[in-house]
């Protein structure tokens, strides 16, 4: 008899340790829900290698001296954008480059984010050029190339998103590519997709198409390729200053075609002054959002506090923005008549201390 208290003493010992044996504090999280979404602030900093062979200093708001990508994470950026081109003239923002810079970026704890022009040079809605190596090949064979290539991107640079194509309203690598040869230019984006889905299923896929105005005519004739975002550059020089059209094709966008949606692209002066002997892109009040946004670092951290709200809370599929040309600083001096256009729209003022627009790209 006693013998089978003894045993059931010690069955009830064992099914209490086995229910209580995880404490509270072992519990594990439970996983967020497969459809809630996680903010992307990210900067495009392509030209940080090349800019970094300059030695700059930089300083963050409190005016000590850190490095930059040092003090983008401590701002909340999470996420790096680079272009990455097939046979740059001066290698800069080449496969060699990109795949280094990527590699330390992951190691910092950053995504990477790689636009990939197809291109030699900068591609855009008004040029597309197609890479030398492949100017000669005939629309198959083209297709192959750009096939391997994109394969070889993945595999050994291991993005966390990719877009297929820069700012391709009129398509890509031209002529053959070109939107007026529709179906061959929907034919070289799936291939591309193809591509990053065999090679890494976890990589996010971007197609980006600059401004708003024509966007939702574009993305309803590729709706059934098998994309992730939904990408749309926001200059208001160029896409116009009514920045409540953006919210609205944002909204009607994401909702039409089910995809989650991002502005891929946006700047905003800080001064109209210049720091080198560069002509400027922004310089005069009527590329402006005036009064609402001057060029002043307010005017800037109050734009993009504008772009952030719309894209990220008020659009139910938005993933949030991010801020091309952060890096883009007077990095060869006041002199320099070949380098920056783009240091009054930067992140970094004129003696490269961090402007407070970066409190806007934390996740809080």
């Not at 064979?141 to 966390?160: F, G, Q, R």
């Not at 409540?244 to 909204?251: D, G, I, P, V």
Request: charged share 20%; hydrophobic share 35%; glycine share 6%.
């Amino acid at each position: 008899m006693n013998s089978n208290i003894n045993n059931l003493l010690i069955a009830g010992i064992l099914l209490f340790m086995l229910a209580g044996g995880c404490s509270k504090d072992e519990t594990p999280d439970p996983e967020p829900p497969e459809n809630e979404k996680t903010f992307i602030s990210s900067v495009d900093i392509s030209r940080y290698p090349e800019i970094m062979l300059s030695d700059p200093v930089f300083y963050d708001q409190n005016n000590r001296e850190k490095d930059m990508l040092t003090i983008l994470k401590e701002s909340g950026v999470n996420t790096i954008r680079l272009k990455l081109w097939i046979d740059p003239a001066d290698g800069h923002a080449g496969f060699a480059e990109v795949k280094q810079f990527s590699q330390t970026l992951h190691s910092k704890g950053f995504k990477t984010w790689l636009t990939v022009h197809y291109s030699d040079t900068w591609a855009d809605p008004g040029k597309q050029e197609t890479p030398a190596r492949w100017q000669n090949l005939d629309y198959p064979n083209l297709m192959d190339s750009m096939s391997a290539y994109t394969t070889k991107v993945v595999e050994e640079m291991s993005p966390d998103f990719i877009q297929i194509g820069n700012e391709i309203n009129s398509g890509f690598m031209h002529p053959i590519g070109n939107s007026n040869n529709f179906d061959q230019f929907k034919a070289l984006l799936d291939a591309g997709i193809e591509a990053v889905r065999n090679t890494n299923s976890t990589t996010k896929i971007m197609l980006h198409y600059a401004g708003f105005n024509g966007a939702s005519l574009f993305y309803n004739k590729l709706k059934d390729l098998d994309f992730d975002i939904i990408g749309l550059s926001y200059y208001p020089w160029w896409h116009g200053k009514d920045i409540s059209k953006l919210e609205s094709t944002m909204k009607q966008l994401s909702t039409s075609y089910d995809k989650d949606i991002i502005v891929a692209e946006t700047s905003y002066p800080f001064t109209f002054e210049w720091n080198d002997w560069t002509n400027n892109i922004i310089g005069t009040e009527d590329q402006l959002i005036l009064p609402d946004y001057p060029a002043t670092s307010i005017g800037q951290q109050e734009f993009i506090r504008a772009i952030r709200t719309i894209s990220w809370e008020n659009v139910e599929h938005g993933l949030g923005f991010s801020y091309w040309g952060g890096e883009q600083i007077a990095w060869k001096g006041p002199e320099g008549t070949d380098a920056s256009p783009w240091e009054n729209l930067a992140l970094f003022d004129f003696n490269n201390k961090a402007l407070p627009v970066l409190n806007e790209f934390d996740s809080e």
